[in-house]
Structures are given as C-alpha cells and as structure tokens.
C-alpha cells in the first residue's frame, strides 16, 4: 500500500522539525521549546494518573524523583485523577529537597464554569504543595459544546483572572475525542498558550489530530502536548502490532514539545530515559515502512476507542453534559 501524498509531507514536516528541535543537555533528556512561551520542557512528561496507583505512596514518591533526577521536568496531573490524590501524592514529593523549582507543572481544571474553575484551581494549589502553576489546563474538552460551556459559564474569565494573580503562569486545554473539537477551541478568541492531544502511530491515519490540529497550533506558536503515544490502554502493544521503542520513536519525531507518558515503575521510567536519551528522528523510509506496515489497522480506530466511546472521558465530563 503507498503512503499517499498528504502523508509523506507531514512525515517531511515533522522530521525537520524534530531535527531542528533536537537538543541534548549534559546527556540528559531533550528539550525542546514549548511553542512562543520562551520555555523550554523535557520531551517526556511524566504523567499524574499513573503516580497515584501504587498502594505505597513512598514508591511513587520516589519515581517522581528519578524522573526529575533523570532530566524528565515536565510534571503532568489533573485536579481529578484519582479524586485527588494523585496531585496530593505529586505535591509531596516536589515539595521535598527543593525539587518543585527544578520542574514545569502543569495540571488541568475540570469544571467550566467561574466559580468551580477558581475552586478546582484553589484545590489543585493546595494538593500540589506550590503558590503557582505553570501550566493550567482546560481538561477534557471531548463534547462539541465545550467551547460554548467555558465561554457562556465563565470559565475563561477564571483563567485568565487566574492568570493576572500569578497563580498560574500559562494556559491551555486537553482533549482526546474528535479534531474537530480542537478546532472549535482553537477557534475561540482566546490566547492560549498549549493543546493537548493524542499523539500516536495509530492517530496518523484516523480522525487525526496530528494532520488537523498540529498545524494551526505551529501556526500560532501553541506548544502541542501529546499524550496516549502507546494508545491509552496498550492493547496495540499487547496486539504485537507495534514495539515501545517504535511508538516512542513516531512520537519523538512529530513536532511536539512534549510527549505525556505514563510511567508506572522504575523499570518503565529507565526505558523511556534510555529511548529518549538515545532518540534520533524516523527517516523518511523509517517512516514511510511504519505507516505501510499499521496501515491496514490503523484507519478504523481500533486502537483509539478513546476517540470513539465515552468509555474514557472522566465522569465528571460527562456528568456536565447530562450522561450518566
């Protein structure tokens, strides 16, 4: 099966942008520039959710400083993941030996309107141990009327007041349903400053955030954050249909700031170090050869139910919107 045209040009694209964004420090992890922010993050992100399951919170505590220690800074959680908890366990152990002035926090609010927003925001302060955010985001914008809920309902006059008393520094939103829907918050006259997305091998050919929202976000300079780099659940990886090593490899070579990973032990974190540290860009026929070899289950989205069901979005998202 060819590549058709479309694709080789963003193969093209993305490969001279990660080449270009490609800077090793003192054999640590890659940074690169999170859009027109003047920030530079590591090019993984250690993702919230995973911190808060293991039983002993000292585990947990201790992969985070791995992380960090390891050049991975860029710190991922959300005011609901596990109702809580995994900011609290994530605040504990950036408050400890300094460790909160070496990391880019970023968490997300999930309420859309004024008053809750400011309430999650107050929340997620005091979970995390910290008087400022760096990152604050608009999580799970997965409905169509999201865009309409956080402009009618306030919650973009919260973030920006938020913004003016420096209790955050940048904002942004997430969101892992349908392009189109990040088109919309695109659209909106508001300055943000990242997206969030998914990002993988499979995304490349189905419902693709990668060919319809990475572009507008280059435009603007809009960091682009991606997530669900293995595809949210692993089943393509249990599948055989793809390696760690090669899901890591597309993802690094997409011109992302930073990819959110899940790393839910010492021996996941080592990996995705070892693969970042050594991490040279997919060539052209590197590419090409990946996308020839999924292109037959990577088009009907098999392995992105997250674009398909409500089986992923947060209860609350879509308490919000009259689902059970």
């Known amino acids: 099966m060819r590549i058709n045209r479309r694709e080789l040009f963003s193969a093209g694209a993305a490969l001279a942008a990660a080449r270009t964004a490609y800077a090793a420090q003192g054999g640590g992890i890659p940074t690169r520039p999170l859009g027109r922010t ?40 959300a005011w609901d993941y596990h109702n809580g908890r995994a900011e609290e366990v994530m605040g504990r152990a950036l408050e400890m030996d300094g460790y909160r002035k070496r990391v880019f926090l970023m968490t997300k609010v999930c309420a859309r309107d004024y008053t809750g927003a400011m309430q999650h925001l ?102 682009v954050i991606g997530m669900k780099g293995c595809g949210g659940d692993g089943r393509m990886l249990a599948d055989g249909v793809v390696t760690v090593e090669e899901c ?4 690094l070579s997409q011109p992302v700031s930073v990819q959110v990973v899940g790393l839910a032990s010492m021996e996941d974190l080592e990996r995705a170090v070892k693969i970042a540290r050594s991490f040279q860009p997919l060539t052209m026929a ?39």
């Not at 799970?140 to 938020?162: I, K, M, S, V, W």
């Not at 890591?248 to 993802?251: A, I, M, Q, S």
């Not at 392995?303 to 609350?316: I, N, P, S, V, W």
Request: aromatic share 10%; with cysteine.
């Open 122 to 223: 107050e929340d997620s302060l005091r979970r995390l141990r910290t008087d400022w955010i760096d990152l604050w985001q608009f999580h799970e914008c997965n409905y169509h009327n999201d865009p309409e809920f956080l402009t009618e309902q306030g919650g973009l006059r919260a973030a920006l007041e938020a913004k003016k008393q420096g209790k955050v520094r940048f904002l942004g939103f997430t969101g892992h349903k349908h392009p189109r829907i990040h088109r919309k918050m695109l659209a909106l006259d508001f300055p943000w400053d990242a997206c969030q997305m998914p990002i993988n091998i499979m995304d490349h050919s189905f419902e693709s955030f990668r060919h319809e929202v990475v572009p507008e976000c280059e435009r603007r300079g809009i960091g």
């Open 286 to 324: 590197e590419m090409n050869a990946l996308l020839k070899r999924v292109h037959e289950v990577s088009g009907d989205g098999r392995y992105e139910h997250f674009k398909t069901t409500q089986r992923f979005d947060a209860g609350l998202h879509r308490k919000q919107h009259g689902f059970s």
């Open 248 to 251: 890591y490899r597309y993802f």
């Open 38 to 77: 003047g920030v530079h993050v590591s090019v993984l992100g250690l993702g919230g959710h995973h911190q808060a399951r293991p039983k002993d919170e000292n585990e947990s505590i201790r992969l985070v400083h791995a992380a960090v220690d390891a050049g991975i800074t860029f710190m991922d959680n």
